[in-house]
Nanobody, 119 residues
Framework: VQLQASGGGLVQSGGSLRISCAAS????????MGWYRQAPGKKRELVAT???????NYADSVKGRFTISRDNAKNTVYLQMNSLKLEDTAVYYC??????????????WGQGTQVTVSS
């Protein structure tokens, strides 16, 4: 059972970027999926989460700029980031609640993808 993130990169302030994360190896689709980020010297923080039904929750700092979505058929979660700011620079990690063959667990994290916003 694993999460594989892709996307990320370098973008200018005000630009857009989309990152994605695919879950694999689980018998069932993921329950809640989400994105977190960690900037240098700071704690990991929640960015957004989304339920199987599509109910989304956002950190105040990204509301109106970021959109989380998912494709249940592909067991994949996306994060569309618009109007990016310098302070959005961080390593972004996906997280999901997955069935590991024994129980549901939220301990699954992607490998992290770097998003760097330049001025």
């Amino acid at each position: 059972v694993q999460l594989q993130a892709s996307g990320g990169g370098l973008v200018q302030s005000g630009g857009s970027l989309r990152i994605s994360c695919a879950a694999s190896g689980s018998m069932f689709n993921a329950n809640v999926m989400g994105w977190y980020r960690q900037a240098p010297g700071k704690k990991r923080e929640l960015v957004a989460t989304i339920t199987t039904a599509g109910n989304a929750n956002y950190a105040d700092s990204v509301k109106g700029r970021f959109t989380i979505s998912r494709d249940n058929a592909k067991n994949t979660v996306y994060l569309q980031m618009n109007s990016l700011k310098l302070e959005d620079t961080a390593v972004y990690y996906c997280n999901a609640e997955l069935w590991n063959g024994d129980r549901w667990s939220s301990d699954y994290w992607g490998q992290g993808t770097q998003v760097t916003v330049s001025s």
